[in-house]
């Protein structure tokens, strides 16, 4: 019996090797025809080709290369970017240089190079990511070729450096990626199931690093990085993905759907058009076209993988590439990222992201001599967008002691903090409440010697700005900034109002506005050290309320009004009712929708009354409430509208763990 069983266990185990081996090579010809250019950039390919190999020395390097361990970007790494060329060229029918045996020649010298020398980064990211994945595709790209054998093991054992294991977000999917690649060149089973199954593991709703429950994206930290290494994550994902696509070790199931939640929810949501809030960038903010990532290769791929929501990834391919206007496809929501300390209000015809911090989260970073001037980048501030090009390259000039939305005293020299340092907000109030379609959020600033209680209510047509208790003891003016961003056409202005790139901004009360639509001057350089020194000149809309020195319980109040003329709004539309250090409220005359930020214990307009910090909104006869303080504690709330015959007393129990934050919602009829 015993021998029976294995005589019909051995051809399973044969099949099995086969299927395994025919999916290798199906992945492996995925990721050559995806590394493969199209016929314009293979002319292109083919004109550098032919100019960078006249140079290769012959001892397999490049005179312009330096491939010393101290060099800021890493200038080895141009020595595999180029190889990697000469390797697509090579297998690649429609090139000039296809199968041409100098070029086999030249790959082989320069790799032969590679490994001896062995370059090495003071960076750990070039030696554990850059180099073992760009190692791994071109020995994909010339599997099958008469490539040396010996020279292809000992460039796979190079590959092996950096452990998935030992990281989180990004990085962990980076490294699983050449692992991968590894294990397919290698038919290795035991490898692959390694390498999927960390390349997946951070689709998961996380409190560490990558998506969290709120599907914001966290990276170094508590830090929001739906760009930059968000980015990073959402391209690698689904490259991988892809490429596993319809075989046993495909993406699937939750993982899936979580996958897709965040690229349609979050990812998409915080684009506008062909750019991205600079909030979500991190300290990619200070790179040249940051904002503008471009391509939808990914997009495309989506589509496949995620079927059900194609239109949806049709759609935001249109605004991607500025085939279709930046309102296309876009549906009115409200998110309040509580992990994050985040809101996002998108209507078809504007988005705004609000962007704090608390203890709990950290300020946009400065590493690698990036976002050298990203000083109050994280206080307050909001990316304001209608078509999308509101601050595209804008940094190098920018203003940044007057980052839009920011109250904080106005400096000349910016000071830099320490690199890779966890800057953290200094109060624990800090978030908002949504019905997903309506919200309001707000931050009890208390940093730089300055206090200030601010607050967005957000509607369809207006987003009110209220600030309280603007009090400061530092020697600079205090600014409320309302805008920066690129100039954009004339600037209309009135008794009480200006108007600018059709968005109006209007001053209900007495206020010191300011205006300028200077030029401005700068250079890439002077925020990012990788970048160049070439002076830079841009004019630039900026709008800002002046509070003088130290003030004492100053305030402001302003709506941004996106796509609204100034003679035909209704000002009476929204009544601000409350605006102090202790209560922010506004009722919505024609929404009927009270939003009220408490920032302590107390009762508004003897109708509401609260025992405990939180923001609650009331819309057709529903409460919503949140504690941007995160508490767990119950909130006693009472309330006594008009039209209501007799209070409602509720007791709100709120969220607690990794929900801590979000809304919860109760039937006040």
Same mark, same amino acid.
């Given at each position: 019996m015993k021998k029976l069983f294995i005589f019909l266990l051995i051809p399973l185990l044969a099949a099995s090797t086969l299927l395994a081996q025919s999916e290798y090579t199906t992945i492996l010809d995925r990721i050559r025809k995806d590394m493969i250019p199209d016929a314009a950039n293979t002319a292109r390919q083919d004109k550098i080709i032919t100019s960078v190999l006249m140079t290769l020395q012959k001892d397999g390097s490049w005179a312009d290369i330096d491939y010393g361990r101290d060099?800021?970007?890493?200038?080895?790494?141009?020595?595999?970017?180029?190889?990697?060329?000469?390797?697509?060229a090579y297998?690649?029918?429609?090139?000039?240089?296809h199968r041409q045996a100098a070029l086999l020649n030249g790959i082989t010298s320069a790799l032969t190079y590679w490994d001896e020398k062995d370059p090495q980064s003071w960076n750990w990211y070039h030696n554990q990511i850059f180099s073992?994945?760009?190692? /791994? $595709?071109? @020995?994909?790209?010339?599997e099958g070729t008469s490539f040396p054998k010996e020279l292809r093991g000992r460039l796979l054992q190079q590959m092996e450096r950096g452990d998935p294991r030992k990281w989180t977000g990004a990085n962990k999917l980076d490294i699983a990626t050449h692992y991968i690649y590894r294990a397919c060149l290698t038919a290795n089973d035991t490898l692959m199931q390694l390498g999927v199954s960390e390349a997946f593991y951070p689709i998961r709703l996380t409190t560490e690093e990558g998506i969290q429950h709120d599907y914001s994206y966290q990276q170094h930290g508590a830090q929001l990085y739906v760009?930059?290494?968000?980015?990073?994550?959402?391209?690698?994902?689904?490259?991988?993905?892809?490429?596993?696509?319809?075989?046993?070790?495909?993406?699937? /199931? $939750?993982? @899936?759907?979580?996958?897709?939640?965040?690229?349609?929810?979050t990812f998409l949501k915080v684009r506008r058009g062909k750019t991205v809030d600079y909030g979500t960038a991190g300290r990619s903010i200070s790179r040249l076209n940051a904002l503008a990532p471009g391509g939808t290769a990914n997009l495309q791929k989506l589509k496949e993988l995620d079927p059900g929501h194609a239109q949806e990834y049709e759609a935001a391919i249109g605004r991607n590439f500025g085939k279709q206007p930046a309102s296309y496809g876009v549906k009115a929501n409200h998110t309040q990222y509580w992990r994050s300390d985040y809101a996002t209000h998108t209507r078809p015809g504007y988005f705004i992201g609000v962007h704090g911090t608390s203890p709990r989260t950290a300020k946009q970073e400065n590493g690698n001599d990036e976002n050298l001037k990203g000083y109050y980048l994280s206080d307050g501030s909001y990316s304001l967008n209608t078509t999308g090009g509101e601050y595209l390259n804008i940094f190098p000039v920018w203003d940044w002691s007057m980052i839009p939305g920011t109250t904080v005293p106005y400096i000349t020299n910016i000071p830099i903090r320490k690199a890779w340092g966890f800057n953290f907000g200094t109060t624990p109030f800090c978030g908002g409440v949504s019905d997903s379609l309506y919200g309001a959020a707000a931050l009890d600033f208390s940093d730089y010697n300055t206090q200030a209680r601010k607050a967005w209510f957000f509607f369809d047509e207006e987003v009110v700005c209220l600030g309280a208790g603007i009090t400061s003891t530092a020697r600079e003016n205090i600014y409320t900034t309302v805008n920066q961003c690129l100039l954009a056409g004339k600037v209309q202005k009135g008794k009480q109002w200006f108007t600018h790139n059709g968005i109006s901004y209007y001053f209900p009360s007495a206020a010191n506005v300011q205006l300028s639509t200077a030029t401005q001057t700068g250079d890439w350089y002077s925020i990012n050290k990788n970048g160049i020194k070439d002076p830079q000149r841009k004019e630039v809309f900026k709008l800002w309320i002046d509070h003088g020195q130290q003030p004492k319980d100053a305030s402001y109040v302003y709506y941004i009004l996106p796509g609204q003329d100034m003679a035909s709004y209704n000002a009476k539309a929204v009544s601000v009712l409350q605006n102090t250090a202790d209560?922010?409220?506004?009722?919505?005359?024609?929404?009927?929708?009270w939003q009220v930020v408490f920032y302590k214990a107390g009762t508004f307009n003897n109708q509401i009354t609260v025992d405990r910090p939180c923001v609650l909104m009331i819309r057709d006869n529903k409460l919503s409430i949140a504690d941007p303080t995160q508490s767990d504690s119950p909130v006693q709330v009472s309330i006594q509208l008009p039209g209501m015959q007799q209070p409602r007393h509720i007791t709100c129990n709120m969220p607690s763990g990794a929900f801590a934050g979000g809304t919860m919602k109760y039937d006040i009829r």
């Amino acid at each position: 019996m015993k021998k029976l069983f294995i005589f019909l266990l051995i051809p399973l185990l044969a099949a099995s090797t086969l299927l395994a081996q025919s999916e290798y090579t199906t992945i492996l010809d995925r990721i050559r025809k995806d590394m493969i250019p199209d016929a314009a950039n293979t002319a292109r390919q083919d004109k550098i080709i032919t100019s960078v190999l006249m140079t290769l020395q012959k001892d397999g390097s490049w005179a312009d290369i330096d491939y010393g361990r101290d060099t800021r970007d890493f200038s080895a790494g141009t020595h595999l970017n180029r190889v990697q060329t000469f390797a697509q060229a090579y297998i690649n029918t429609a090139s000039t240089y296809h199968r041409q045996a100098a070029l086999l020649n030249g790959i082989t010298s320069a790799l032969t190079y590679w490994d001896e020398k062995d370059p090495q980064s003071w960076n750990w990211y070039h030696n554990q990511i850059f180099s073992p994945q760009h190692l /791994g $595709e071109i @020995l994909i790209l010339l599997e099958g070729t008469s490539f040396p054998k010996e020279l292809r093991g000992r460039l796979l054992q190079q590959m092996e450096r950096g452990d998935p294991r030992k990281w989180t977000g990004a990085n962990k999917l980076d490294i699983a990626t050449h692992y991968i690649y590894r294990a397919c060149l290698t038919a290795n089973d035991t490898l692959m199931q390694l390498g999927v199954s960390e390349a997946f593991y951070p689709i998961r709703l996380t409190t560490e690093e990558g998506i969290q429950h709120d599907y914001s994206y966290q990276q170094h930290g508590a830090q929001l990085y739906v760009y930059g290494y968000g980015a990073v994550f959402v391209e690698g994902e689904t490259r991988i993905a892809y490429y596993l696509r319809g075989t046993s070790y495909a993406l699937s /199931g $939750e993982q @899936l759907d979580i996958f897709s939640n965040f690229v349609r929810n979050t990812f998409l949501k915080v684009r506008r058009g062909k750019t991205v809030d600079y909030g979500t960038a991190g300290r990619s903010i200070s790179r040249l076209n940051a904002l503008a990532p471009g391509g939808t290769a990914n997009l495309q791929k989506l589509k496949e993988l995620d079927p059900g929501h194609a239109q949806e990834y049709e759609a935001a391919i249109g605004r991607n590439f500025g085939k279709q206007p930046a309102s296309y496809g876009v549906k009115a929501n409200h998110t309040q990222y509580w992990r994050s300390d985040y809101a996002t209000h998108t209507r078809p015809g504007y988005f705004i992201g609000v962007h704090g911090t608390s203890p709990r989260t950290a300020k946009q970073e400065n590493g690698n001599d990036e976002n050298l001037k990203g000083y109050y980048l994280s206080d307050g501030s909001y990316s304001l967008n209608t078509t999308g090009g509101e601050y595209l390259n804008i940094f190098p000039v920018w203003d940044w002691s007057m980052i839009p939305g920011t109250t904080v005293p106005y400096i000349t020299n910016i000071p830099i903090r320490k690199a890779w340092g966890f800057n953290f907000g200094t109060t624990p109030f800090c978030g908002g409440v949504s019905d997903s379609l309506y919200g309001a959020a707000a931050l009890d600033f208390s940093d730089y010697n300055t206090q200030a209680r601010k607050a967005w209510f957000f509607f369809d047509e207006e987003v009110v700005c209220l600030g309280a208790g603007i009090t400061s003891t530092a020697r600079e003016n205090i600014y409320t900034t309302v805008n920066q961003c690129l100039l954009a056409g004339k600037v209309q202005k009135g008794k009480q109002w200006f108007t600018h790139n059709g968005i109006s901004y209007y001053f209900p009360s007495a206020a010191n506005v300011q205006l300028s639509t200077a030029t401005q001057t700068g250079d890439w350089y002077s925020i990012n050290k990788n970048g160049i020194k070439d002076p830079q000149r841009k004019e630039v809309f900026k709008l800002w309320i002046d509070h003088g020195q130290q003030p004492k319980d100053a305030s402001y109040v302003y709506y941004i009004l996106p796509g609204q003329d100034m003679a035909s709004y209704n000002a009476k539309a929204v009544s601000v009712l409350q605006n102090t250090a202790d209560i922010q409220a506004v009722y919505h005359n024609s929404l009927k929708i009270w939003q009220v930020v408490f920032y302590k214990a107390g009762t508004f307009n003897n109708q509401i009354t609260v025992d405990r910090p939180c923001v609650l909104m009331i819309r057709d006869n529903k409460l919503s409430i949140a504690d941007p303080t995160q508490s767990d504690s119950p909130v006693q709330v009472s309330i006594q509208l008009p039209g209501m015959q007799q209070p409602r007393h509720i007791t709100c129990n709120m969220p607690s763990g990794a929900f801590a934050g979000g809304t919860m919602k109760y039937d006040i009829r």
